[in-house]
């Protein structure tokens, strides 16, 4: 199984990136998929969650309004577009996959996002 996180980089505050996780070796369509962020010394915490067909999507409040996840399930791609990024949003970002129908999780390396001027 292989999950790899790309697009993370250094942004001005309230500028954009988007970051992609590229899947394969699982059927994509069974696995739930969602982005999360760590500061070193905290705890990870979840960003953004879609359901295996896309059809349902979460946002933390942190982040509502500015964030946006979705996928394409015919190129196993979890996209997660950021704007209105702010210095609190520096963090390495992961991408999972949860299975539907399983407990099996699968994580990436992680991309990390500098938001500084």
């Known amino acids: 199984v292989s999950v790899v996180e790309s697009g993370g980089g250094l942004v001005e505050p309230g500028g954009s990136l988007t970051l992609s996780c590229k899947c394969s070796g699982v059927p994509f369509d069974d696995y739930h998929s969602s982005w999360h962020r760590q500061t070193p010394g905290k705890e990870r915490e979840l960003v953004a969650f879609?359901?295996?067909?896309?059809?349902?999507?979460r946002i933390v409040d942190a982040v509502k309004g500015r964030f946006t996840i979705s996928r394409d399930n015919v190129r196993d791609l979890v996209s997660l577009e950021m704007n209105s990024l702010k210095p609190e949003d520096k963090d390495v970002y992961y991408c999972?996959?949860?299975?539907?129908?399983?407990?099996?999780?699968?994580w990436g390396q992680g991309t990390q996002v500098t938001v500084s001027s």
């Open positions: 879609i359901t295996g067909d896309g059809n349902s999507a």
């Open positions: 999972k996959l949860q299975g539907m129908s399983s407990r099996a999780e699968f």
